[in-house]
């Protein structure tokens, strides 16, 4: 394995993050040759795949390109992964976990390429070192991901192994919690910086207000995180990787930023996000405190408040949240002029009933449900009003 050898890297991501990933690859000065729905490519080597791995915060996986070919069988695929050098790249006595994503009429059932890749690779390790490598579903180690799409399939090396998007500081999620690299596109997408107050009603786990304070920072998330996939591939430098975490811990910021504020009502929520905070070290920068969002302290304007109320799955949930959404359009019209206004949400229903127009709506993917971001300018007596004395929402 050759750590200085450029290849495609492919990077992948929820929907609806691609945009906001782009920006994050550029900044670190990486091209960009291809952007889709769920990622991108750039190019690069794999020093250059484990600094990405440090510093993105809307990824899910960087992934090193090893081989792509023509494959049109199951036993095409079988040939030629095991032409593949795995003796290079994975230790005999290590662990190899399979993902695959097949969308091709030659098999319709994935299990069955991930068996036919594992195979060819255990069966050429046992031909060149002795030995087979365990295998299993568990992504913690040596982790290869198999794109097969119509006659062509793409192996790669997931140098990431568990999703970069589990940052390792939630070990309490408590109830709804928005993934950490959701919670970052969600704010990167806002333009936040750290140079205004933050404030984050309705915290739950303390996700977004976590993920602002880690940006407002600029501590790279990677550096949170103890392991990748790379760590455990033939050839892994460490005095490398140490370097790399040194430069990233280097640009860490050391004024503090302007204040962070998170408040729940429920307590249980409020123990959960301080212990986050604290796993993720900004406990200091953020002011936690429990009551209801319409009481949540706000330091003079201008500034950004943030809200992910639950958006219920069931009808009386619903209902019951029709009020809530309601006063959260009073919230922002008595307590937050001179603010700019953000509510994350899945469902559009109720967000009507805030009462206020939205200037920008900005779709998001939070697992399988199309959420929106909605941003409200919230100036004194420059909207038309209803009858009701309520802004319109057209
Ligand atoms: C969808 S969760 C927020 C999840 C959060 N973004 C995270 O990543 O963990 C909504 C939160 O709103 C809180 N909540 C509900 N009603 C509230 C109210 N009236 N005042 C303050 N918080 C409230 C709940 O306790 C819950 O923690």
Known sequence: MDLHSSTTIRIACAPGLAPLLEAEVRLLGCPVTAVDDTGLNTNGTLIDAMRLNLHLRTAFYVLYLIDEF?????????????????????????YLSIISRTDTPAINNWTYATMK????????????SGRRPDSGPERDRFVINLYWRKDRCWVYLNTSGQKLSDRSYRRIPHKA?????LAAGVILSTGYDGSMPLVNPMCGSGTLA???????????????????????TLGFDAGIWEQLRAEARKQRSKSPPAPIIATDIDEA??????????????????????????????????????????????????????????RIG?????????????VFTGNMDLAKKIGLKA????????????????????????????????????
């Open 177 to 181: 919690p928005m993934q950490e690299a």
């Open 359 to 394: 200037s920008r709506r900005t779709p998001f993917f939070n697992a399988k449900i199309e959420c929106r971001l909605l941003k409200y300018e919230l100036y004194e007596g420059s909207r038309r009003k209803d009858e009701g004395g309520r802004m319109k929402d057209e």
């Open 70 to 94: 023509p494959c049109e069988t199951p036993e095409d695929l079988y040939r030629h992964v095991s032409f593949i050098e795995w003796e290079n790249w994975l230790p005999a006595d290590g």
């Open 210 to 232: 976590i993920e602002a304070a880690l940006i407002a920072t600029n501590r790279a998330p990677g550096l949170l995180r103890g392991n990748f996939g790379f760590m455990h």
């Open 117 to 128: 890749a594992k195979d060819a690779i255990v069966d050429r390790m046992a031909e060149k």
């Open 330 to 342: 009073d919230f922002f019209k008595q307590r937050c002029p001179g603010w700019t206004g953000y």
């Open 269 to 326: 929520a409020l123990q959960a996000a301080r212990k986050n905070a604290m796993t993720a070290g900004v406990e200091h920068l953020i002011q936690f405190e429990r009551c209801d969002f319409a009481d949540t302290p706000l330091p003079p304007s201008p500034g950004m408040v943030i809200l992910n109320p639950e958006y219920g799955e069931r009808m009386g949930q619903v209902d019951e949240l029709q009020g809530t959404y309601r």
